[in-house]
């Protein structure tokens, strides 16, 4: 039980890599703050999870997002000690189909809305020496031909992770960055199918 008591939010947590990461939490004796788009999906993770968790639901979009979700915590389970910054959107795009409205919604939600969560945050996880997960891409470093918009975001949240970890190590906050490569999740399958 290596987070026995532990109070971690794990953002897109309703499907794929977020649910099994908030399940692996819990498995591991953390409380789990589960945020997605989704009542219905996250509802049901919550009931296979218990009361070590509780659900937001809460679009990542909106500046104000980010405040509401530290809040939610911090009153559910009265602290954070951990932060897995996973949720993020996938457009496909290319020079071709690159729109300013869709790129700013990428960046909203794949690199301000975790700055500004880890941000919320920080108090709660300076006074609990805690640590931050942020998942990012190979994306980051190779770029793919149709996802212009995801690439830079992730390249992005790689600059994000290493600035903070070199500006607040000293403060006992960890930042780690995992680069993941494709993972064929139910909602990658789904995509694939109805592209195929």
């Known amino acids: 039980m290596r987070l026995q008591n532990k109070v971690i939010i794990v953002t897109g947590s309703t499907t794929g890599i977020g649910r099994a990461i908030a399940e692996r939490c819990v498995a591991e004796g953390a409380r789990v ?3 997605g ?12 999870l218990g009361a070590a968790a509780v659900l937001h639901t809460d679009d990542l979009a909106d500046p104000a997002c980010p405040a509401r979700i530290a809040a ?6 009265g602290r954070i000690d951990g932060i897995v910054n996973n949720a993020a959107i996938i457009p ?5 189909s ?10 909203a939600i794949n690199v301000r809305a975790p700055l500004f969560l880890i941000q919320a945050a920080f108090p709660q996880l300076k006074a609990n020496r805690g640590c931050v997960l942020n998942i990012g891409s190979i994306n980051a470093h190779s770029g793919e031909a149709t996802f212009l918009h ?3 975001s992730k390249g992005a949240l790689q600059t994000l992770s290493r600035n903070l970890a070199n500006a ?4 006992g906050v960890r930042f780690n960055h995992f680069n993941v490569g494709w993972v064929l999740t139910p909602n ?3 995509k694939q199918v109805s592209e195929g």
């Open 150 to 152: 995801y690439s830079i």
């Open 92 to 96: 496909r795009t290319t020079i071709d």
């Open 72 to 77: 939610v915590a911090i009153r559910a389970f």
């Open 188 to 190: 990658e399958y789904a």
């Open 37 to 48: 788009r989704d009542q219905a999906k996250g509802a049901a993770v919550v009931a296979k």
């Open 33 to 35: 703050l589960i945020h």
């Open 168 to 171: 607040h190590g000293t403060e």
């Open 98 to 107: 690159a729109r300013v409205e869709d790129f700013e919604n990428t960046m």
